[in-house]
């Protein structure tokens, strides 16, 4: 669970009244009812825990906070343990067009695999439902219902 801005779409933690990158006013809500209208979200390889991706936006960032940089990526990895599997702060870039996903390499240290593939960085590689996408080591099954 965390408070979601209204006003800049951050994830704050939910001790949190205000948010800490606008400064707006928050309220609680779940992420499941948030976001999961979306239908599109990575499932952690070996678990059933989800990463959903933000409603209403059509290219996030992927990647680890860094407050003192003023780095906030939408699909924070921090809590999984980012640093540990070699993702960047900025790692890669999700972009909506239509129905149809993309991910982008945004010239990490440690790559974005699709498929075991490396991806060449700042070239779209588009998504399909069951792709398997690696940032470092970390391991995820896209998913589009």
Not at 61 to 81: C, H, M, V, Y
Not at 91 to 96: C, G, M, R, S
Not at 120 to 134: F, I, M, T, W, Y
């Amino acid at each position: 669970m965390f408070n979601l801005c209204r006003e800049c779409g951050h994830r704050n933690l939910p001790v949190w009244k205000y948010c800490e990158k606008c400064g707006a006013k928050i309220e609680t809500m779940q992420s499941d009812a948030a976001e999961q209208a979306s239908g599109i979200y990575f499932k952690l390889l070996k678990s059933s825990q989800r990463i959903e991706f933000p409603a209403n936006k059509t290219s996030f960032l992927i990647g680890r906070q860094d407050a003192e940089n003023d780095i906030f990526p939408e699909i924070d990895l921090t809590s999984l343990g980012a640093q540990n599997f070699g993702i960047g702060r900025r790692h890669a870039k999700i972009t909506l067009e239509g129905s149809e996903v993309f991910i982008e390499d945004l010239n990490s240290v440690n790559g974005t695999m699709v498929n075991r593939v490396k991806i060449s960085a700042e070239k779209p590689r588009q998504l399909n439902d069951g792709d398997e996408v690696r940032l470092g080591k970390l391991i995820l099954i896209f998913c589009q219902t």
